[in-house]
């Protein structure tokens, strides 16, 4: 699966930042989107150590963007919230790497490989700015 919903909240979370342009704190964000606080919580974390985040600790403590919009590509989020580059088919990149040893008999690694590509390039080209100006 492409998406879950580390990535829809932390899309979700980030377009609320973006949009207001003050530090959000994790309670805010939970109860705006109904979600849960410890889970968005995680999710917040990891963004903040991705260097997509500022996180400020204390009682006004939240989240900022620490980086422009136009510069946050939904690829580069969705990669930091689920913690591996977004794969919409489980299947080697190369014909070396197949884990079955059979890719060059492989009727459907081709499409698979090039539909990867074009879902990465894709990704890649829209930036979080765009769906906020939406």
């Given at each position: 699966?492409?998406?879950?919903?580390?990535?829809?909240?932390?899309?979700?979370?980030?377009?609320?930042?973006?949009?207001?342009?003050?530090?959000?704190?994790?309670?805010?964000?939970?109860?705006?989107?109904?979600?849960?606080?410890?889970?968005?919580?995680?999710?917040?974390?990891?963004?903040?150590?991705?260097?997509?985040?500022?996180?400020?600790?204390?009682?006004?403590?939240?989240?900022?963007?620490?980086?422009?919009?136009?510069?946050?590509?939904?690829k580069e989020i969705v990669a930091c919230a689920e913690?591996?580059?977004?794969?919409?088919?489980?299947?080697?990149?190369?014909?070396?790497?197949?884990?079955?040893?059979?890719?060059?008999?492989?009727?459907?690694?081709?499409?698979?490989?090039r539909f990867q590509g074009k879902v990465d390039d894709?990704?890649?080209?829209?930036?979080?700015?765009?769906?906020?100006?939406?």
């Amino acid at each position: 699966m492409l998406l879950t919903k580390a990535s829809e909240y932390a899309l979700l979370s980030l377009i609320i930042i973006a949009q207001r342009n003050v530090s959000q704190d994790v309670d805010t964000l939970s109860a705006q989107l109904g979600i849960s606080k410890s889970f968005l919580a995680k999710v917040l974390q990891c963004l903040a150590k991705a260097g997509i985040l500022h996180s400020f600790k204390g009682a006004k403590g939240g989240f900022i963007l620490a980086k422009d919009a136009k510069e946050l590509t939904i690829k580069e989020i969705v990669a930091c919230a689920e913690k591996k580059p977004t794969i919409v088919f489980e299947c080697a990149s190369s014909v070396s790497d197949c884990p079955n040893n059979r890719a060059e008999y492989c009727k459907i690694w081709p499409f698979f490989n090039r539909f990867q590509g074009k879902v990465d390039d894709f990704l890649g080209t829209i930036t979080l700015f765009d769906i906020v100006k939406e």
